[in-house]
């Protein structure tokens, strides 16, 4: 009788232990699955501290915009945490590049993030923005008018 009860309480336990293997391969297949959904929906890492908002030309050696008042540089920290994630397409076009620099008011760097114009290929978006060595997913997409403001160097009318 012993034995009888201890086969079928091994085979309870053989049985339990496939059940949780198969339960857990599908829970991390799951996990897997919806990992692009919880990236996507991570905001550009923008920090708080940032009291000069300066866009270079993609060498760095020219200053085109120069942002140092506060209530500009609060708007563009909500706008740029709003700004929807989103992948690099392959091949995608190349655009004019310039690099934006979020510096302290003691000139301290921060951040520098790499801004790729897509306007003149009449896109649906007005350009990316990424840090200087992106990792896989790690862009956000800019509407036209933000690249614009950003950029475009012309005194508005």
Not at 6 to 27: D, E, H, N, P, S
Request: charge should be neutral; hydrophobic fraction near 40%; aromatic fraction near 10%.
């Amino acid at each position: 009788m012993n034995q009888k009860f201890a086969r079928a309480a091994g085979y309870i336990c053989l049985g339990l232990a496939i059940l949780t293997a198969i339960g857990m391969a599908f829970f991390f297949l799951w996990i897997r699955e919806h990992e692009d959904e919880r990236i996507r929906k991570q905001a550009l890492p923008w920090p708080d501290r940032a009291a000069v908002i300066r866009v270079l030309n993609s060498e760095g050696t020219e200053v085109i915009r120069e942002i140092t008042d506060t209530r500009q540089l609060s708007e563009w920290s909500t706008r740029m945490r709003r700004a929807p994630r989103t992948h690099f397409e392959e091949p995608g076009p190349g655009g004019p590049f310039y690099r934006l620099e979020l510096r302290r008011a003691d000139e301290q760097l921060l951040a520098i993030f790499i801004v790729s114009d897509y306007r003149q290929y009449g896109a649906s978006l007005g350009g990316l923005i990424y840090p200087p060595k992106p990792k896989k997913n790690e862009v956000w997409t800019l509407s036209e008018n933000m690249v614009s403001e950003l950029v475009d160097t012309a005194a508005p009318a």
